[in-house]
């Protein structure tokens, strides 16, 4: 059971630990690491694609290629890695690898011990002349319509079909087995419909208050959610409830798994007329710009344009994490890292150090 005096004195805790008592930065870039599927399949030698557990199976059949892949990141340059999760369900595990439901929770928690390990042991390597950051722990928070393994997480038409307790009720179980294994932040992802962003944010507000978390949307154009919703629409409002509620620990809104080449419109029309101290924080992690189809699988990847080219506009438009999403690899992180680097210096600001102090919260 998720323990909220608990998450507060484990905040406080990594404050001490880290000795920084400033205050929480939130004017400069985090680098996020990139597809975990795409990467793993690194180590496992095999697609992935086609799975219903997607690369969730390999948290229980080969969790040293999950290890391996987050410590991939962490070597490029991610301030923070996203556990396993995001297909992760106990529906799922009961139908696809026959476990129970304590099973099924004990495993989605052992996936966060897994990143956990992959962090300390990078850490681990850094040597007194080399200080390290301390990374992120990010849970990665699926969709409801990703354990219908019906493709619904992009396209949203479960919003009509399910009510808003309903989608609560679904997400509650992954999101305490995270929290009480130790993570830092709820990266909620992928989410293709209004809906279930506002019943989301609703259960952060009010069952886990100290809990910091983003909101990541799937898109179908330059300016719809994947449901038909508009992006600045829903995210303005988002953003104007969370301020109501006096919730101070929504970090970002933003799209995840989209197209790079409609992200820079999607942000202009949330930030692009706003006063900069009025800009609304925006996180971005987008695929390659190849295309799936189910008969050909990825196809486009001699005609994409590299996504460090992007994240200069989008920094500019008051993108604060940036990362890859499907078939992106370490090596693609390792330049957006670099991107980051030489955009912060050409405006002569310091690079972002916010995730070895995250502050208590009020």
Not at 153 to 161: A, D, F, I, M, Q
Request: hydrophobic share 35%; with cysteine; glycine share 6%.
């Amino acid at each position: 059971m998720y323990d909220k005096r608990r998450e507060c004195e484990r905040y406080k805790m990594t404050e001490h630990q880290t000795g920084n008592h400033g205050n929480f930065i939130m004017s400069n870039v985090t680098v996020l690491d990139g597809g975990f599927a795409t990467q793993l399949s690194v180590h496992v030698g095999k697609s992935i694609d086609g799975d219903p557990l997607w690369s969730a199976r390999f948290n229980a059949t080969d969790p040293n290629a999950v290890f391996k892949t987050h410590l991939d990141f962490l070597e490029a340059g991610a301030e923070a890695i996203m556990t396993n999760t995001y297909q992760a369900s106990i529906e799922g595990y009961v139908e696809y690898l026959n476990l129970n439901e304590d099973t099924s929770l004990n495993l989605i928690k052992s996936t966060v011990r897994v990143a956990q390990m992959a962090r300390n042991h990078f850490l681990a390597k850094a040597s007194v002349n080399e200080p390290r950051t301390i990374p992120l722990l990010v849970a990665s928070i699926g969709p409801y319509g990703a354990h219908l393994h019906d493709g619904s997480e992009y396209t949203g038409r479960y919003s009509s079909e399910v009510s808003m307790d309903t989608i609560q009720k679904w997400h509650r179980p992954r999101i305490d087995a995270c929290l009480e294994a130790g993570v830092d932040v709820l990266g909620i992802e992928t989410i293709p419909c209004k809906m279930e962003a506002e019943a989301l944010l609703d259960m952060m507000c009010d069952e886990y208050p100290t809990v910091r978390f983003w909101i990541s949307f799937q898109c179908k154009d330059n300016q719809h959610l994947a449901n038909g919703e508009l992006f600045s629409e829903t995210v303005n409002s988002l953003w104007t409830k969370a301020r109501l509620r006096r919730n101070k620990n929504l970090l970002a809104l933003g799209v995840n798994c989209v197209h790079p080449q409609i992200v820079t419109p999607l942000f202009r029309s949330v930030n692009e007329k706003k006063h900069p101290e009025a800009r609304i924080p925006l996180i971005v992690y987008p695929n390659s710009g190849e295309v799936y189809t189910v008969e050909d699988g990825w196809q486009g990847r001699e005609d994409c344009v590299p996504l460090e080219h992007y994240v200069p506009q989008w920094i500019d438009l008051g993108a604060q994490f940036i990362g890859g999403c499907c078939r992106t690899y370490a090596r693609d992180i390792k330049r957006i890292k670099q991107t980051v680097i030489n955009h912060a210096s050409s405006q002569s600001l310091p690079l972002n150090l916010w995730p070895t102090h995250l502050p208590t919260s009020n």
